[in-house]
Nanobody, 127 residues
Framework: QVQLVESGGGLVQAGGSLRLSCAAS????????MGWFRQAPGKEREFVAA????????NYADSVKGRFTISRDNAKNTVYLQMNSLKPEDTAVYYC????????????????????WGQGTQVTVSS
């Protein structure tokens, strides 16, 4: 079992950058494939990015490809989301999620495949 805590959200102007962190408790973080999702007011939760437990496989939503980068440091039990060239439409609560369902290269764009979720961190991008 793992507990996830996001941080790093805030208010930023369009074109700016933020780096979100998701710190995991437990000694088996390196076994977890991780993902970032977001939910804007009045909208459904959507996939943002995912990374395999080994870090060797990543996947991005088309809307963030080329602007966001997901990474992880298994020694620090942390996954990151570097967000550059932010747009007002990136405004949302961002959640990290994890699970061990797959092997070292497992990733998923489907939220229901992740059993563990953080509480979320607000990102607001002003125009």
């Amino acid at each position: 079992q793992v507990q996830l805590v996001e941080s790093g959200g805030g208010l930023v102007q369009a074109g700016g950058s933020l780096r979100l962190s998701c710190a995991a408790s437990g000694r088996t973080f390196s076994n977890y494939g991780m993902g970032w999702f977001r939910q804007a007011p009045g909208k459904e939760r959507e996939f943002v990015a995912a990374i395999s437990s080994s870090g060797g496989n990543t996947n991005y939503a088309d809307s963030v490809k080329g602007r966001f980068t997901i990474s992880r440091d298994n020694a620090k039990n942390t996954v990151y989301l570097q967000m550059n060239s932010l747009k007002p439409e990136d405004t949302a609560v961002y959640y990290c999620a994890g699970d061990t369902v797959g092997g070292r290269l497992w990733i998923s764009r489907r939220g229901y495949e992740y059993g563990y979720w953080g509480q979320g961190t607000q990102v607001t991008v002003s125009s």
